[in-house]
């Protein structure tokens, strides 16, 4: 029904930025939200950032003032800018999307397949 693709992912030194890329695609009457959870090896699930349908964004406060959230809503597709990256950071990175579905308009949630994101020298 609903599906998501990420890109981006790759191995980057300390202090470096990447850009993570997550598109939706299928039948949905509308997107709620959007945003990215990662998880690091021996680490709980964290919400990293997301964007409300609005345009209003949210963000772990580990990542806040390096990490941005944007939206292009004509594709159903979002970005997250990371600068200022640290070994901490490292993780796959899981887009999410909480859409309502057309016809009855159930809540749903679709998951991307996951990006790693290292930050090594």
């Known amino acids: 029904q609903v599906q998501l693709v990420e890109s981006g992912g790759g191995l980057v030194q300390p202090g470096g930025s990447l850009t993570l890329s997550c598109a939706a695609s299928g039948s949905f009457f509308k997107i709620h939200n959007m945003g990215w959870y990662r998880q690091g090896a021996g680490k709980q699930r964290e919400l990293v950032a997301m964007i409300e349908r609005d345009g209003t964004t949210n963000y772990a406060n580990s990542v806040k003032g390096r990490f941005t959230i944007t939206r292009d809503s004509s594709k159903n597709t979002v970005h997250l800018q990371m600068n200022s990256l640290i070994p901490g950071d490292t993780a796959v990175y899981y887009c999410?999307?909480?859409?309502?579905?057309?016809?009855?308009?159930?809540?749903?949630?679709?998951w991307g397949q996951g990006t790693q994101v290292t930050v090594s020298s």
């Open positions: 999410y999307t909480f859409v309502q579905l057309p016809g009855t308009g159930p809540n749903y949630t679709a």
